[in-house]
């Protein structure tokens, strides 16, 4: 099991940008895609965007790309999310997680570990 735990998340003004951590211990991390989901009130969890073991492949949902970008330190056991150009609609708990493969998903039921999530709220 990989446990995960998320950071980063706050209160920012439309148009702002945010950085989310997620920081892995257990097994081995350097061997996991991971994902990037969120899920806004009433809403279904949804993907945000994912990233390959090696870092080398990356993919991100319509309504983000050009905005955010998702990279890996496998040193640091750490992923990342960063958010620019903020909207209100972003407002989510964002949560990370890992999957059991070297190769990225952008499905919600290849991921079997996750973390609690970070709340992202974007004011108008």
């Known amino acids: 099991q990989v446990l995960l735990v998320e950071s980063g998340g706050g209160l920012v003004q439309a148009g702002g940008s945010l950085r989310l951590s997620c920081a892995a211990s257990g097994r081995t991390f350097m061997w996991n895609a991971m994902g990037w989901f969120r899920q806004a009130p009433g809403k279904e969890r949804e993907f945000v965007a994912a990233?390959?073991?090696?870092?080398?492949?990356?993919y991100y949902a319509d309504s983000v790309k050009g905005r955010f970008t998702t990279s890996r330190d496998n040193a640091k056991n750490t992923v990342y999310l960063q958010m620019n150009m903020l909207k209100p609609e972003d407002t989510a708990v964002y949560y990370c997680?890992?999957?059991?493969?070297?190769?990225?998903?952008?499905?919600?039921?290849?991921?079997?570990?996750w973390g609690q999530g970070t709340q992202v709220t974007v004011s108008s």
């Open positions: 997680a890992a999957r059991n493969s070297q190769h990225a998903s952008l499905f919600i039921v290849d991921y079997r570990d």
């Open positions: 990233i390959s073991w090696g870092g080398d492949n990356t």
